[in-house]
């Protein structure tokens, strides 16, 4: 399929031929929705961790007699049963992370861009290369174009004057090709790529 690319500054810059292999496919929400899952999974810190009975900070002297208080028999008030005891199978820091193959991850990625192919959502330009790298500058293009949260994918190297303009505007994520990945693509509203990326992601995905 072809598709129209722009400029940064909105002016037409021919077109560009892409792969429907990577770009026409019919978005399957199964797929996208597992590599979905196995990044965030992977990304999850699994940090979270409690206090059980042998951890919890109290003597170890049994609390009160055996028999003749009328009471359940207890030894430790560092018991679940008490108050500010042990946690019972509280979580304990572990890896959320699971495994899935190489050709399912990549599957994924083109799913998620023919995603925003069928959903109007992708944009090709010629290349991100500014002369002027401010802030203010960039951003007034950007509104121009109307691009909100959106992703720009370049080829194998970022531009260093745009990913210096561009870190701090909010609303704009710049990743190179081998960085472009299914969380990010679905999460944006515009999907941008460089003419350099399109090569780049064809050649990483063929």
């Not at 699994?46 to 609390?63: A, N, Q």
């Not at 500010?84 to 994924?108: D, N, W």
């Amino acid at each position: 399929m072809k598709a129209d690319a722009i400029k940064l500054d909105g002016k037409a810059a021919g077109s560009v031929e892409l792969n429907d292999e990577i770009f026409g496919l019919e978005p399957r929400k199964d797929i996208l929705h597992r590599v979905v899952r196995w990044q965030r999974n992977k990304a999850m810190a699994g940090t979270h961790d409690t206090l059980g009975r042998s951890e919890v900070s109290y003597s170890t002297k049994k609390i009160y007699r055996q028999k003749g208080t009328g009471g359940a028999r207890h030894g430790s008030r560092g018991a679940p049963i008490f108050r500010s005891g042990g946690i019972y199978k509280g979580p304990t820091p572990r890896s959320h992370a699971h495994e899935l193959t190489k050709k399912f991850r990549k599957l994924g990625l083109k799913h998620a861009l023919s995603a925003k192919v069928a959903a109007g959502e992708l944009v090709i330009i010629e290349d991100i290369n500014i002369k002027d790298a401010k802030t203010s500058a960039l951003a007034k293009q950007v509104g121009a174009l109307g691009w909100k949260r959106a992703l720009i994918i370049d080829g194998a190297e970022v531009s260093a004057d745009f990913a210096r303009a561009a870190a701090n505007i909010s609303t704009l994520n710049v990743l190179p090709s081998q960085g472009a990945n299914v969380y990010d693509i679905l999460k944006s509203d515009t999907l941008v790529l460089t003419k350099a990326g399109v090569a780049a992601l064809e050649a990483r995905l063929s």
